[in-house]
Nanobody, 120 residues
Framework: QLHLTESGGGSVQAGGSLRLSCVAS????????LGWFRQAPGKEREVVAR???????NYAASVEGRFTISRDNAKSTLYLQMNSLKPEDTAMYYC??????????????WGQGIQVTVSS
């Protein structure tokens, strides 16, 4: 079992930066693939970025080149560095983990979510 807690959200003007953190409690953190998802009002939840146990990453096209996902297994912490933020990045952001199924639908541990608001 993993318990995930996000921090670092808030409000920023367009073009600004934020860094989200997600601390995990539980065993064998390094064996989990991890991801950031987001959900804007009236929209479905979408994947933002994922990082696998070996460190490889992938990103949604909308954030490629602006966002960077990373993990520190020693600290059981996942990060999302968000640069050049746009109003359309406004959403509730969730960190998530999966032990065996690392496809987009396989994430079964979720944080409570944290709000990111980007004003124009």
């Amino acid at each position: 079992q993993l318990h995930l807690t996000e921090s670092g959200g808030g409000s920023v003007q367009a073009g600004g930066s934020l860094r989200l953190s997600c601390v995990a409690s539980g065993l064998m953190y390094s064996n989990y693939c991890l991801g950031w998802f987001r959900q804007a009002p009236g929209k479905e939840r979408e994947v933002v970025a994922r990082i696998y146990t070996g460190g490889s990453t992938n990103y949604a096209a909308s954030v490629e080149g602006r966002f960077t996902i990373s993990r520190d297994n020693a600290k059981s912490t996942l990060y999302l560095q968000m640069n050049s933020l746009k109003p359309e990045d406004t959403a509730m952001y969730y960190c998530a983990a999966a032990r065996f199924d690392c496809t987009i639908t396989g994430y079964n541990y979720w944080g409570q979510g944290i709000q990111v608001t980007v004003s124009s």
